[in-house]
T-cell receptor
Framework: GAVVSQHPSWVICKSGTSVKIECRSL??????MFWYRQFPKQSLMLMAT?????????EQGVEKDKFLINHASLTLSTLTVTSAHPEDSSFYIC??????????FGQGTRLTVV | SQKIEQNSEALNIQEGKTATLTCNYT??????LQWYRQDPGRGPVFLLL?????KEKRKERLKVTFDTTLKQSLFHITASQPADSATYLC???????????FGAGTRLAVHP
């Protein structure tokens, strides 16, 4: 099946710094990618829809200036958590879809802000 | 607003039995519905997709039904094994590249 690679798999950063997470579709072109956040024992919460070559569409309550999304090519989307704080610590997951098929997820990134 | 409901309580069953998980949705007219498996600390893995004009879909020990009148999908695992223990998520979806939203998931525990 299709492969989506997410990097890094885990990161620890200091409060106030920024962290960039990459999501790549390795063997297919993804016009659309999705970014999710998941807190322990909770469901996946959609943060934003990333569209290649255009601005991302953010879900209600998600700060677009804090969670910067760039989808510069058909195989790469990035999520940058700016000025991270401890409450941003979470599991971030990206996915890419192929029309009529299921979504393919990255491995996820465990972010810990200290 | 669109709503997806899955049993929030864990489902505990004995090995060899059939597990049945439920997904109900409201304010949706999905063109298809997807089921995923998620293990702790991992991203979800796609299992099955069923279209609105399909009543039932099978893949090995998995079976999915889709009732657009009841706005419900059932996910069955026959001859369940401890390795099937995981959280199972459903995601009804409209056609095109609309956003992909998941239910909260149901945790399945299969005991030897």
């Amino acid at each position: 099946g299709a492969v989506v690679s997410q990097h890094p798999s885990w990161v620890i950063c200091k409060s106030g710094t920024s962290v960039k997470i990459e999501c790549r579709s390795l063997d297919f072109q993804a016009t659309t990618m999705f970014w999710y956040r998941q807190f322990p024992k909770q469901s996946l919460m959609l943060m934003a829809t990333s569209n290649e070559g255009s601005k991302a569409t953010y879900e209600q309550g998600v700060e677009k200036d804090k969670f910067l999304i760039n989808h510069a090519s058909l195989t790469l989307s990035t999520l940058t958590v700016t000025s991270a704080h401890p409450e941003d610590s979470s599991f971030y997951i990206c996915s890419a879809t192929m029309e009529g098929q299921g979504a393919f997820f990255g491995q996820g990134t465990r972010l810990t802000v200290v | 607003s669109q709503k997806i409901e899955q049993n929030s309580e864990a489902l505990n069953i004995q090995e060899g039995k059939t597990a049945t998980l439920t997904c109900n949705y409201t304010n949706y007219s999905p063109a298809y519905l997807q089921w995923y498996r998620q293990d702790p600390g991992r991203g979800p893995v796609f299992l099955l997709l069923i279209r609105e004009n399909e009543k039932e879909k099978r893949k090995e020990r998995l079976k999915v039904t889709f009732d657009t009148t009841l706005k419900q999908s059932l996910f069955h695992i026959t001859a369940s094994q401890p390795a099937d223990s995981a959280t199972y998520l459903c995601a009804p979806r409209s056609g095109g590249y609309n956003k992909l939203i998941f239910g909260a998931g149901t945790r399945l525990a299969v005991h030897p």
